[in-house]
């Protein structure tokens, strides 16, 4: 399949499991064995997730879909995403085919650069200290490409030395040390802990005082990571609504959350729908990813809006910036052969462009909640998927799925309790229940 159309496949949703199997297989050019990662039903062994954390006592499991139609710096990009929650991976490929006559997403992403923390506490002279800190950057600097020789061998390693006086409650003043490292394609989080902890001594010397916490950052304010769109307002048309109507009214929901945190908060929500279902597939730590987000959407005192909208001459233009620190190699990503195949759908070249990526999906998914809460509202689209998930967990038969669902709706009463009585009355038609 030519490069052109490799996410845009029409009528995807409408094919089996296996059909879509089998055309992600092809579009992909994945090998026998990573196409039997998808078609078995028991991805992970107890053994193995046995392995990865403690307690365990079975296995618990999500769907992994992928999103279609993305355009990525010019670059058809096949999303995978991982997420129980129905209309995301939907609503993520309906806006990303909107955005493609217009030539799809720009995304870009700064250097991978961690912060580790550390925390000098009873330092006789926090202003003098500080000064000495930062006049020893070099050998600081050194220590840290001492701690991870192999990090700085492949172009990465320390980047600098920040030191500020914070005070806290309780009248205590502490000394914190930001180091900058750049983790290359890593995540980075075990490196930055280890270098965190191997650096404090070195820094106490200089400082005075004793180490106290030494752990990374999760507000990854160096790692930021952009995406913009423009929409041509023509591609917005809806049945009965005109596209400038459409992205007007985009505009004024962007407005509102810019302006209130209690809406951005859900608006960031949505953000992170996208974000943190990618995060998952490829195996990266989406915990991390949210409190990044989060602690920089309040960056300014006041918690606000990480994508924005704006009409500017005939075109709706969305943007969005958040720190995204994720990595395409590391022990998660590379132990767990379900994040190496998302990676290979997604075929990106390292961190960085996978930190693009998704920011353009968060914008994406921004994208679609709000137009269709600024219009129909979510609610229409998301009852119909809701009410097969009823019929589902209420035992309907695959064959039943669909009928008890639309019985469902018609009653008003879309819940397991109703669907349960449906299916006993026999009323449903089709085969028998
Ligand atoms: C639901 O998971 C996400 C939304 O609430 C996001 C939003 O309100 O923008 C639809």
Avoid at 22 to 39: F, Q, S, Y
Avoid at 190 to 207: F, G
Avoid at 297 to 304: C, E, I
Wanted: with cysteine; proline share 4%.
């Amino acid at each position: 399949m030519s490069g052109l159309s490799r996410s845009r496949i029409p009528g995807f949703y409408q094919l089996s499991v296996a059909d879509r199997q089998r055309m992600i297989a092809g579009v992909a050019e994945l090998t026998d064995d990573e196409r039997a990662l998808l078609l078995t039903e028991a991805p992970l062994s107890l053994e193995t997730a046995a392995r990865l954390t403690e307690n365990t006592i079975g296995v618990y499991a999500l769907p992994l879909g992928v999103a279609l139609n993305f355009v990525v710096n010019g670059r058809e990009v096949l999303v995978p995403m991982v997420t129980e929650e129905p209309s995301v991976i939907a609503a993520a490929s309906n806006a990303a085919r909107l955005a493609r006559p217009s030539g799809g997403f720009q995304a870009d992403a700064d250097a991978s650069v961690m912060i580790a923390q550390v925390q000098l506490v009873d330092v006789p002279d926090p202003d003098q200290a500080c000064a000495r800190l930062r006049a020893e950057q070099e050998r600081i600097v050194a220590r840290i490409d001492a701690v991870e020789p192999g990090m700085a061998r492949r172009g990465g390693g320390g980047r600098g030395v920040e030191a500020r006086v914070v005070r806290a409650p309780l009248d205590r003043t502490f000394v914190v040390v930001h180091l900058l490292v750049d983790v290359g394609d890593a995540m980075g989080a075990n490196a930055i802990n280890t270098i965190a902890e191997r650096t404090a001594p070195l820094l106490a010397d200089i400082a005075g005082g004793t180490p106290h916490l030494r752990i990374l950052s999760n507000l990854t304010d160096r790692r930021l990571a952009r995406a913009t769109v423009a929409y041509r307002t023509n591609d917005l048309a809806m049945p009965g609504r005109d596209g400038a109507k459409v992205a007007a009214a985009v505009e004024l929901a962007s407005l509102f959350a810019e302006a209130d945190p209690y809406r951005a908060a859900t608006h960031n929500k949505g953000i992170m729908n996208g974000i943190d279902a990618v995060a998952l597939a490829t195996g990266n730590d989406w915990r991390a990813l949210e409190a990044g987000a989060h602690a920089y959407a309040a960056r300014d005192g006041s918690y606000g809006a990480l994508a924005t909208w704006r009409l500017e001459s005939g075109v709706l233009r969305g943007r969005i910036e958040l720190p995204v620190a994720v990595g395409t190699v590391g022990a998660t990503v590379d132990g767990n052969p379900r994040a190496r195949l998302a990676l290979k759908l997604l075929g990106v070249s390292g961190a960085p462009e996978l930190a693009g990526v998704l920011a353009a999906v968060g914008l994406a998914q921004n994208f679609a909640a709000i137009r269709a809460l600024a219009t129909e509202g979510i609610q229409k689209g998301h009852m119909s998927r809701h009410a097969r998930a009823v019929a589902t967990a209420a035992g309907a038969r695959p064959d039943q799925v669909e009928t008890l669902a639309e019985a469902l709706i018609a009653s008003g009463d879309v819940k397991v309790e109703r669907a349960r009585q449906l299916l006993a009355s026999g009323t449903l038609g089709g085969p028998a229940s």
